[in-house]
């Protein structure tokens, strides 16, 4: 099991960085997912995002990134979830997974990606082009 990196960041993400760092001479699959912050949710039009995260995010996010990597022995594991203002196109999760086989590193990603989702206390505010706006992710 090897977390190579997990981090939050308030600066742009990379998703060629977490190839590269995810990858190594094992591995002949890296699978790559960026979440990029999209125009609309729900119906409305969203003008940008901002995401904001609790201390302990950081911490929560090693943790994930390591029980998904001992659940799926022989992967190598890069995440990182930006914080602050976003634009529409922006990188708000890149994370990365290699492996020797596809088959793996897609699984090991897919359930990366879901419990960053589901356990990491990152929020994300929604402004709508109306001029509304709304939390999402709020406990």
């Known amino acids: 099991m090897t977390v190579v990196h997990t981090g939050i960041s308030e600066t742009p993400l990379d998703p060629a960085r977490a ?50 990597a001992s659940s799926h022995p022989g992967v190598r594991i890069w995440a990182e979830h930006r914080v602050g203002p976003l634009k529409i196109g922006d990188h708000a999760l890149v994370a ?29 505010e929604q402004f709508f082009a109306d001029g509304s706006k709304e939390w999402v992710g709020l406990p």
């Open 96 to 124: 990365a997974v290699a492996s020797a086989h596809r088959a793996e590193a897609f699984a090991a990603c897919a359930d990366l990606v879901e419990t960053i989702k589901a356990q990491v206390p990152i929020w994300k």
């Open 19 to 68: 190839e590269a760092e995810a990858w190594d001479e094992a591995a002949g699959a890296v699978v790559v997912f960026s979440g990029i912050v999209r125009n609309h949710d729900g119906g409305h039009d969203v003008d940008r995002l901002s995401y904001t995260a609790h201390p302990s995010a950081a911490e929560t996010l090693q943790k994930v990134a390591e029980q998904t």
